[in-house]
T-cell receptor
């Protein structure tokens, strides 16, 4: 089974600064999707950004961008100009494009934004 | 477009009682997932359905848990009898094809 590893249980960033959350995954597949989800205290899981493995260009959504290194199986999330509303738990997730529908989630990184 | 709808948002019950959690996926989505989230174990996949058919229920803790999807617009997760260790937030999520999951707001279950 695929595994997703988030090695940083907690991170903090000063408001307006930039922070990078790490994620690595293990797979033998070549076609898959990667996601970052945000879970604020309200608890609903919200999609932040997605990346298709066949795309070489890193995905970007406003202040959120990823650094996708397919050979290294690394998928980090960069948050620029951090805002208080970015404080949340962030989960990295993997989904195969071919073998079944199952998602694999990391254990999450709790991000604190310091005013 | 309405998102994934879960009910109830909160449920407090006593040990031994039956609990039924409900989920309405987004219209047109063909996959539905049930997850459980606790501080100790994080996010765990319980079961997922594809086109209303259960594909993988290996995450269902034990026979006390059962899930059904009688049609494309409704699913239930039932716990009978409930135990204190079942206390958690239960999420339902749906997707169309191999894309992202859309989550509901979750049902917080407390078993006393």
């Amino acid at each position: 089974a695929q595994t997703v590893t988030q090695s940083q249980p907690e991170m903090s960033v000063q408001e307006a600064e930039t922070v990078t959350l790490s994620c690595t995954y293990d797979t033998s597949e070549s076609d898959y999707y990667l996601f970052w989800y945000k879970q604020p205290p309200s608890r609903q899981m919200i999609l932040v950004i997605r990346q298709e493995a066949y795309k070489q260009q890193n995905a970007t959504e406003n202040r959120f961008s990823v650094n996708f290194q397919k050979a290294a199986k690394s998928f980090s999330l960069k948050i620029s100009d951090s805002q208080l509303g970015d404080a949340a738990m962030y989960f990295c997730a993997y989904r195969s494009a071919v073998s079944g529908n199952q998602f694999y989630f990391g254990t999450g990184t709790s991000l604190t934004v310091i005013p | 477009d309405a998102g994934v709808i879960q009910s109830p948002r909160h449920e407090v019950t006593e040990m031994g009682q039956e609990v039924t959690l409900r989920c309405k996926p987004i219209s047109g989505h063909n996959s539905l997932f049930w997850y459980r989230q606790t501080m100790m174990r994080g996010l765990e996949l319980l079961i997922y359905f594809n086109n209303n058919v259960p594909i993988d229920d290996s995450g269902m803790p034990e026979d006390r848990f059962s899930a059904k999807m009688p049609n494309a617009s409704f699913s239930t997760l039932k716990i009978q009898p409930s135990e204190p260790r079942d206390s958690a937030v239960y999420f339902c999520a749906s997707s169309r094809g191999p894309g992202e999951l859309f989550f509901g707001e979750g049902s917080r279950l407390t078993v006393l």
